[in-house]
């Protein structure tokens, strides 16, 4: 389980990349484990409260989710965009890591 220091350190990381760019925050997630190396699924833990509603206001932007009752991994929204591939794919969701507003 990632500390409050690590979860705020890679939440800055983020934001910084984001106004460096023209990228929203799920773009800049996945490019940030690109260019770290970072697995998707780690970056998902690291994800604190405010990088979450981000998260949750760009895949709503995206269409990804359709209303706030809708839950989806985190790591489905950032691997689904990865993977050029905006759509919930039931076979990966293993529930492991939600959004909680």
Same mark, same amino acid.
């Given at each position: 389980m990632p500390t409050k220091d690590e979860m705020a350190k890679f939440a800055k990381e983020i934001h910084d990349l984001v =106004?460096? #760019?023209?990228y929203?925050? @799920? !773009? %800049? @997630? #996945?490019a940030y484990c690109k260019e770290t190396g970072l697995e998707i !699924? *780690? %970056?998902a833990t /690291?994800?604190? %409260?405010?990088?979450? $509603?981000? /998260? !949750? =206001?760009? $895949?709503?932007d995206n269409n990804m989710l359709k209303d706030k009752?809708?839950? /989806?991994? @985190?790591? *489905? /929204?950032l691997l689904s965009h990865?993977?050029?591939n905006? #759509?919930?794919n039931k076979e990966n969701y293993y529930g492991w890591f939600t959004f909680r507003p």
């Open positions: =106004s460096r #760019t023209d929203n925050y @799920i !773009e %800049a @997630i #996945t !699924e *780690v %970056a /690291l994800c604190n %409260a405010n990088l979450k $509603a981000r /998260l !949750e =206001s760009d $895949a709503m009752g809708n839950r /989806l991994p @985190i790591w *489905v /929204l990865k993977n050029n905006p #759509t919930y």
